[in-house]
């Protein structure tokens, strides 16, 4: 079974090898709020092997002190796809809003919540963290389930 999704315009199409859909979360810092437009941005850890994307896509690297993020968005309509992160070899960040069924999404976890709007509601049962989460605590969050 795949996961499917792609950007706005449609020039670029990926696959995930998942049996289902991924656990999503939300981070509500100001870079991703910055990056989304939006209150926050809502995403998925995948192993990046599991990720077969076809179209144009353009490459976006981010220095931020020892890290270099790799982002990956539409070369026409510049939808962020996915991004990977030297921080996290293996493992890609795709954005929910770009699978097919966002909408059948379960967000279980918020992370840098000290920064989220305020008429953002978090559920009482949802884990979440005011920064960073630790990551075994993260991990757990995203396996629930």
């Known amino acids: 079974m795949t996961v499917e999704g792609g950007c706005n315009c449609g020039a670029v199409r990926y696959t995930l ?9 939300a981070c509500h810092c100001h870079q991703c709020q910055r990056w989304s437009g939006s209150a926050f941005s809502q995403q998925a850890l995948v192993p990046e092997a599991c990720v077969t994307a076809t179209g144009p896509i353009a490459i976006y690297e981010k220095v931020t002190g020892d890290r270099t993020s790799v982002q990956r968005m539409c070369g026409v309509c510049h939808s962020r796809i996915y991004n990977t992160n030297t921080r996290r070899p293996g493992i890609a960040v795709v954005r929910a809003g770009t699978l097919d069924r966002s909408e059948e999404l379960e967000c279980v976890a918020h992370i840098y919540t000290a920064y989220k709007q305020h ?3 978090i559920p009482a049962a ?8 630790p990551q075994d605590d993260f991990i757990r969050a995203l396996m629930r389930g």
């Open 17 to 25: 090898a998942l049996d289902a859909l991924p656990r999503t979360y």
């Open 119 to 121: 008429w953002v509601d």
């Open 126 to 133: 949802v884990p979440s963290w005011p920064e960073a989460a």
